[in-house]
Nanobody
Framework: VQLQASGGGLVQAGGSLKLSCADSRRTSSNNALGWFRQAPGKDREFVATINWSGGSTYYADSVKGRFTVSRDRLKNTVYLQMNSLKPEDTALYYC?????????????????WGQGTLVTVSS
């Protein structure tokens, strides 16, 4: 497994979770990384992305101001801090590595995908 996501769980609305994604690829430091999610019966959607240096980020409108993406290049790990969680945030969350170094929201720009970690927010 090249991308291993973890940190999901059950949380009440208004609570917080922090997801982690360990990137074990040999050239992991040169790619933008992203988080996506897929709720039951819905298409996979973009959540957040961070560029190769960690200096540039971009968020979906639905999570802006509540979620924060960051990365530790020494640990080859990307994080997604999720605050003020809502029931509509319930989904399987995936991390992915883009082909290039710049941030991107396009699913087809991501070549490597983790297995997903489940986040459930109860009302």
């Amino acid at each position: 497994v090249q991308l291993q996501a973890s940190g999901g769980g059950l949380v009440q609305a208004g609570g917080s979770l922090k997801l982690s994604c360990a990137d074990s690829r040999r050239t992991s430091s040169n790619n933008a990384l992203g988080w996506f999610r897929q709720a039951p019966g819905k298409d996979r959607e973009f959540v957040a992305t961070i560029n190769w240096s960690g200096g540039s980020t971009y968020y979906a409108d639905s999570v802006k101001g509540r979620f924060t993406v960051s990365r530790d290049r020494l640990k080859n790990t990307v994080y997604l801090q999720m605050n003020s969680l809502k029931p509509e945030d319930t989904a399987l969350y995936y991390c992915a590595a883009a082909v290039g170094a710049a941030i991107t929201t396009a699913t087809n720009s991501y070549r490597y995908w983790g297995q997903g970690t489940l986040v459930t927010v109860s009302s």
